[in-house]
């Protein structure tokens, strides 16, 4: 039987750097910020950091990075990285190895400089050797768009109005965040008339581009007393990778993530969640296109499937909503450092939890979930963390 | 006995107007339009295109051999005919060769499939000519060139066409050339070129062919020759040769909606004039250029035997006109253009791309001897080849599965303005073939307008990459033509 992270470790103290186009700044920096904030959060100084995961898909290559920008005395560093999901495997290696009871104190780090590259887009990410046909990471999720509307019978206006909405969401709570790469507020109208990215995908349905880092102090939960802030536990951390038969199988809809579904099953499994919609108070999911969060929300069983547009017509997942989600402004609106992106899903939770989150504070949150996806959603790995008092 | 057995053809799918060369430069338009092959296509691609259509009910796997003419191969050290023969699907234990840097190499080639067939050294032989050649931009040339391929098997048995004879003269003059530095053809001064050269060489060879066959110009049905520049000097040189007009297989299907595409003229004007053969007709096939080959054949009662194809008729009729002359000079990269702020593609690997030549080249795909399911894999994340099944993860227990033919239809697609690609949008499609097997590939040759959910696709071999001076050929699918 495989054991479980339920309730063994906790997050003490969280850092996380404004996510933007940092022209001024560069790995180190952004590492050095989220970490210092982390560590000054937690009360804790560098030398009591027993050994770090780092996560990032671009930046630097082996632990060195981190111990390099952090000037580490000898610790050991371990570089995860799972595509977009490497925020996410950080945390699941440090809170592992505490929970394995080999360290009481470790750190995880999530940071990607994107903004070097001199021009839009991932490098490496598109036109690989093995890929022969030319999409950009737009399209291919651009393509789940396509075939959610043709299956749900949804005209292209109203699917495209379905998924305006998640986005319009966003923008509301990210010009709310004060370390949101986008901080304005759109409209509808806004978001139906930009520019095409990818049939059906405009530019509003689509992520930053951003650099940022963010960071987690983990300890084992029957150390919480020693630190100041409120202990926020893991409940559950699972992952699912995929075996990319989707683009190979006629079974394969291409309107959800079976990783995600499955991930987010075995998730609620470990949290002991039996409802979801009831008993999660806040997500964060990797919005990285606005019809990978329209899809989420019923792979996480939140809205039932070919029904999310009821809930977000409802306006469910809004900050007032009953199950609010992307309070923070998500990836589309915070941004998406590749590396950092899964532990600022993790941050907004902190703040929330700790009463921190300014003018989107959420009244009494019990349970938060966050989503970290890597990958095409067809070949994708999927990570659900969910984290809670 | 030696002849033609099937025959193909291949027109890419875009036509520009001449009139549109006038319109961004100026000067004088010839009437109609040319054939233009898209900027994923090229001698070698058509010449893959026209060989599938040639091989329509044929076991490529009994053809001996594959000669390659054309004057714009994309090489001047590497054979094409060798890779060629991997998407046709051809033997290893073939004789391949590239016969070119002449407007007559699509004729020599034929010579030489049939002496070789006649030899004995080979039992069938597949000749495959095209050609993507260049004129300056504002010039003649421009408007007169066109592209496209053929492709004859020659063999001894089930001939639709018995070879009768065969004639051929040399001579050196300077009509076109290109030279190492050239990216344009070159011509000679007009009249000296064809009043010294064309319309000597042609009657020349029509009669010394004649002579060879013991036949007269009245025993001839049709006189398939490629045209000069100007169409005019067609006309002049087969009347020379003692022939009426009505023996001419009449050249202006070819310049007024395709254009000349180089070594392969006469040999799809062959194809046009056996659409529409009949048992015991004779033709008189001339191909000219330093020198004419001139050959006779005739036409057996096998003619009607032969299946559906698209021969040349069908290819001229499905097309699409270009919007405008922009687009021919960004498709053949005349004009530097910005390029795309993207990251930047990765470089070919040539190991690789060589391991994986049966599916990449080829499009084999594997099918599960335990469950059934026929897979292709296009973007895995590392290189192939498939070892498990996707479906019931049996390991190693396949049959080859070949797509190349397979009819699909289009499960779901975007319109990708963000990829770097030439002719922007990327039109990307997730397709199903009859039969089963799914996979994403590039749709090319479309309007995207009219690209829907449940569209009827047809794979077509095409350029992929350009780099280091190699390109990497691949399939992409297309709107059925």
Redesign the interface.
């Known amino acids: 039987m495989p054991g479980s992270i339920r309730d063994k470790v906790a997050i003490v103290g969280m850092g996380c750097t404004r996510f933007g186009e940092l022209w001024d700044k560069g790995p180190t920096d952004l590492i050095v910020e989220a970490v210092n904030e982390a560590l000054t959060d937690a009360g804790v100084e560098l030398k009591d950091i027993q050994a770090v995961w780092g996560g990032t898909l671009f930046s630097g290559t082996g632990g060195r990075t981190v111990s390099e920008a952090l000037r580490l005395q000898y610790v050991p560093v371990t570089r995860v990285e799972n595509a977009c999901g490497s925020g996410h495997e950080a945390v699941r290696g440090a809170s592992y190895a505490v929970a394995a009871g080999i360290y009481d104190i470790c750190l995880a780090v999530g940071y990607e400089k994107l903004k070097d590259?001199?021009?839009?887009?991932?490098?490496?990410?598109?036109?690989?050797?093995?890929?022969?046909?030319?999409?950009?990471m737009?399209?291919?999720f651009?393509?789940?768009a396509?075939?959610y509307f043709?299956r749900y019978g949804l005209s292209p206006e109203e699917g495209k109005k379905m998924l305006g909405k998640i986005s319009v969401k966003s923008h509301k709570n990210g010009a709310m965040n004060p370390k949101a790469h986008l901080r304005r507020e759109i409209t509808l109208e806004q978001v139906l008339g930009a520019?095409?990215?990818?049939?059906?995908?405009g530019l509003f349905d689509c992520c930053g581009v951003s650099d940022g880092a963010a960071a987690a102090v983990i300890v084992r939960a029957d150390m919480v007393k020693k630190f100041h802030n409120k202990p926020v536990y893991v409940k559950a951390l699972q992952i699912s990778a995929s075996?990319?038969?989707g683009?190979?199988?006629?079974s394969?809809d291409?309107t959800h993530v079976e990783e995600a579904h499955r991930a987010g099953i075995a998730a609620y499994k470990e949290a002991g969640i039996t409802n979801p919609r009831q008993e999660i108070s806040m997500a964060e999911v990797h919005d990285c296109f606005s019809i990978t969060e329209a899809v989420t929300m019923e792979d996480l069983q939140f809205s039932p499937r070919g029904r999310v547009k009821e809930d977000i017509d409802a306006g469910t997942f809004e900050l007032g909503g009953s199950l609010p989600v992307q309070p923070d402004g998500g990836l589309k609106c915070f941004g998406h450092p590749i590396g950092a992106s899964g532990i600022r899903m993790l941050y907004e939770p902190w703040l929330q939890f700790q009463g921190r989150a300014g003018k989107r504070q959420i009244k009494d949150p019990k349970l938060a979930l966050a989503h970290n996806m890597g990958n095409?959603p067809y070949?994708p790995v999927v990570s659900v963390c969910i984290v809670g008092l | 006995m030696v002849g033609i057995t099937s025959y193909g053809a291949y027109i890419p799918w875009h036509r520009m107007k001449r009139e549109d060369c006038v319109k961004a430069w100026g000067g004088f338009a010839m009437p109609g339009e040319r054939a233009v092959a898209y900027y994923d296509e090229d001698s070698v691609s058509m010449a893959v295109e026209a060989a599938l259509d040639c091989l329509t009910g044929v076991d490529a796997k009994k053809v001996d051999g594959l000669f390659f003419a054309t004057t714009s191969s994309p090489y001047k050290e590497k054979q094409c005919s060798a890779l060629i023969a991997v998407p046709l699907d051809m033997r290893s234990d073939i004789r391949t060769a590239d016969i070119t840097t002449s407007l007559r190499a699509g004729t020599s080639a034929l010579m030489l499939a049939a002496d070789t067939v006649k030899s004995g050294s080979a039992h069938s032989l597949l000749v495959a000519a095209a050609d993507m050649r260049l004129g300056a931009p504002a010039g003649m040339g421009e408007q007169q060139m066109g592209d496209g391929g053929v492709a004859l098997l020659v063999g001894k048995d089930h001939m639709i066409a018995e070879i009768l004879g065969t004639y051929s003269t040399s001579d050196e003059l300077a009509a076109t050339w290109r030279s190492e530095e050239d990216k344009f053809v070159r011509a000679g001064e007009d009249r000296f070129v064809m009043d010294e050269g064309y319309s000597k060489w042609v009657p020349e060879a029509i009669g010394g062919v004649l002579k060879k066959c013991g036949l007269t110009p009245k025993d001839i049905t049709k006189v398939t020759l490629d045209p000069p520049g100007d169409p005019r000097r067609h006309g002049k040189a087969i009347t020379q040769a003692g022939f009426e007009a009505g023996q001419m297989q009449d050249p202006y299907g070819l310049v007024l909606n395709v254009g000349l595409p180089g070594c392969a003229t006469s040999l799809m004007m062959l194809v046009a004039a056996l659409e529409d053969a009949k048992p015991g007709d004779r033709i008189l096939v001339v191909g000219s250029g330093n020198g004419a080959d001139a050959m006779i054949l005739q036409v057996t009662d096998a003619i009607g035997k032969l299946g559906e194809r698209r021969g040349i008729k069908k290819n001229v009729a499905s097309k699409q006109v270009m919007a405008n002359y922009n687009d021919y000079l960004r498709w053949r990269e005349l004009v530097p253009q910005e390029a795309a702020?993207?990251?930047?593609?990765?470089?070919?690997?040539f190991s690789?791309n060589w391991r994986e030549r049966k599916q990449?080249l080829g499009l084999w795909g594997v099918k599960c001897r335990r469950c059934g399911?026929p897979?292709?894999?296009?973007?895995?994340?590392?290189?192939?080849p498939i070892r498990i099944c996707?479906?019931c993860q049996a390991q190693d227990d396949f049959d080859d599965y070949n797509f190349v033919r397979r009819k699909a239809k289009v499960?779901?697609?975007?319109?990708?303005?963000?990829?770097?690609?030439t002719d922007p949008?990327?039109s990307?499609v997730?397709i199903?073939f009859e039969g089963?097997?799914?996979?994403?590939?590039?749709l090319t040759d479309r309007d995207p307008a009219k690209v829907e959910?449940g569209m009827p696709v047809e794979m077509t071999f095409r350029k992929?990459q350009y780099d280091r001076g190699l390109t990497n050929y691949?399939w992409k699918a297309r709107p059925v033509r």
């Open positions: 590259e001199g021009m839009g887009g991932l490098p490496g990410m598109e036109n690989r050797t093995n890929t022969h046909y030319q999409s950009s737009p399209g291919v651009a393509m789940m396509t075939r043709h520019p095409i990215i990818a049939w059906p995908l075996p990319t038969t683009r190979m199988l006629t394969y291409y095409e070949a | 702020r993207r990251p930047d593609k990765q470089h070919i690997r690789a990449l399911t897979q292709y894999d296009n973007g895995a994340a590392t290189t192939g996707a479906q499960f779901s697609y975007t319109q990708d303005n963000l990829a770097a690609v949008p990327a990307v997730l199903e089963g097997g799914r996979a994403f590939f590039d959910v992929l691949f």
